[in-house]
Structures are given as structure tokens and as C-alpha cells.
């Protein structure tokens, strides 16, 4: 099926362990991104990957670990859950823009991921 | 650094009222940004976006909104509510540099009263 999707849709897990929530675009879109949405907070970012091999840390990053092997699929780890991650987790991919409005690039977002952490 | 701020975390309006939420951007380069729709478990859906093409801007589902560079505001407006439009809308910002990568607000939940 053609779109973004995340795997788990419901996660419940205990505090220390390891987590690994997935997502896969079929579009080869160059941009992925992870964002957790919490109340009050909106989304925030956490990790992001401009292609294959490269990512860089968003506004809120410990705690999660990420790998970007192949264009499609932008895993997010984390390695020793605490509660204060119990969230809603939001991978998103976008395009590589071109020309003059190249930074106006739309984000097209997966279903979510809800994360509790006991 | 850019930011955003949405002003009121909780807007309700009855059925046929205008729906006006309130957007304000904070960016040191001409801003790209966007608004975002996302109902009740399910991602995040694009309503419109601003790239300087024109300041008042269409989107889907009725919705527009306008670019005001002096009151660096970018807020969104239905002319009349429909019961379909509760959901939560978010405002964003794209960052510095061509990273992609978008700042949202905190969102504001809309409520329709019928």
C-alpha cells in the first residue's frame, strides 16, 4: 500500500526497556521525521533524516536513538524507557523541495504510535 | 529561531459561526508556513500554506487564511462551522535552512456546538 505507515499503533511496556517504533514510506521521499505530541506542547520534534545515512537531532532528543539504513524506513529507539516518554509518536516524510519555494515542503504524516511506559 | 504561537488552546462556536484561530509566527527569514488539521486519532492533514505567492490563502475544506507581515500573524478562518470541522489545528512554521523540517504550535482544539 502506497503512504506512510507506523507499526505499532498501541505499544504498552514498562519502565528500563527497549522500544523500537517503526515507519515506512513507500514514496522515497528524501525527508523523514519523528515528532512526539504531548498536552500542551504540541508536537515536538525529536529526530530527523535529510536521506539515507544522515540524521540530526531535533528539539527533544534523548533519550531516542535512530537509524536510517534505507531510504524507506526510519526506525526510533528507545533504548531504556522511562515514563515521561509515554506519548503519541508521529513519523512524518516529506520530499526533497526545488526552485524557489524548496523550504515550503509538505510534510505528509503516519497514523501515530501511542507509547505507554509503565 | 523561528516559533509559533497559537492563542487559545480551547475555541468553541456554534454551528454557522465563523471559526477564527489565532496564529502568530516569529521567524528572522520570510516564513513558509502552514496549518494542520488532525482529527480524532489520526495523523496530521495539510489545510494550506503559505509560500509568498499571495498573502490570503485557500485550503481545503473551506478554510483560508491570510499572511499579515506587519502583525506577523497567519490565522485561520471558516466563514461558517460545520459539525465535521471539530478536530485539533495546529500552525507551523518551516525551520531555518532547507531542512524540511516544520515548528508547530501548541494546537488549538475546536469545538462545534450544534
Known amino acids: 500500500d502506497a503512504g506512510i505507515t507506523q507499526s505499532p499503533r498501541y505499544k504498552i511496556t514498562e519502565t528500563g526497556r527497549q522500544v523500537t517504533l517503526m515507519c515506512h514510506q513507500t514514496?522515497?521521499?528524501?525527508?523523514m521525521f519523528w515528532y512526539r505530541q504531548d498536552l500542551g506542547h504540541g508536537l515536538r520534534l525529536i529526530y530527523y533524516s535529510a536521506a539515507a545515512d544522515i540524521t540530526d537531532k531535533g528539539e527533544v532528543p534523548d533519550g531516542y536513538v535512530v537509524s536510517r539504513s534505507k531510504t524507506e524506513n526510519f526506525p526510533l529507539t528507545l533504548e531504556s524507557a522511562t515514563r515521561s516518554q509515554t506519548s503519541v509518536y508521529f513519523c512524518a516524510s516529506s520530499p526533497r523541495g526545488q526552485g524557489l519555494h524548496s523550504g515550503a515542503n509538505v510534510l505528509t504524516f503516519g497514523a501515530g504510535s501511542r507509547l505507554t511506559v509503565l | 529561531a523561528q516559533s509559533v504561537t497559537q492563542l487559545g488552546s480551547h475555541v468553541s462556536v456554534s454551528e454557522g459561526a465563523l471559526v477564527l484561530l489565532r496564529c502568530n509566527y516569529s521567524?528572522?527569514?520570510?516564513?513558509?508556513l502552514f496549518w494542520y488539521v488532525q482529527y480524532p486519532n489520526q495523523g496530521l492533514q495539510l489545510l494550506l500554506k503559505?509560500?509568498?505567492?499571495?498573502?490570503l490563502v485557500k485550503g481545503i475544506n473551506g478554510f483560508e487564511a491570510e499572511f499579515k507581515k506587519s502583525e506577523t500573524s497567519f490565522h485561520l478562518t471558516k466563514p461558517s462551522a460545520h459539525m465535521s470541522d471539530a478536530a485539533e489545528y495546529f500552525c507551523a512554521v518551516s525551520g531555518s535552512g532547507n531542512t524540511g523540517k516544520l515548528i508547530f504550535g501548541q494546537g488549538t482544539t475546536l469545538q462545534v456546538k450544534p
Open positions: 521567524s528572522s527569514v520570510p516564513p513558509y
Open positions: 514514496w522515497s521521499h528524501s525527508y
Open positions: 503559505y509560500t509568498s505567492a499571495a498573502t
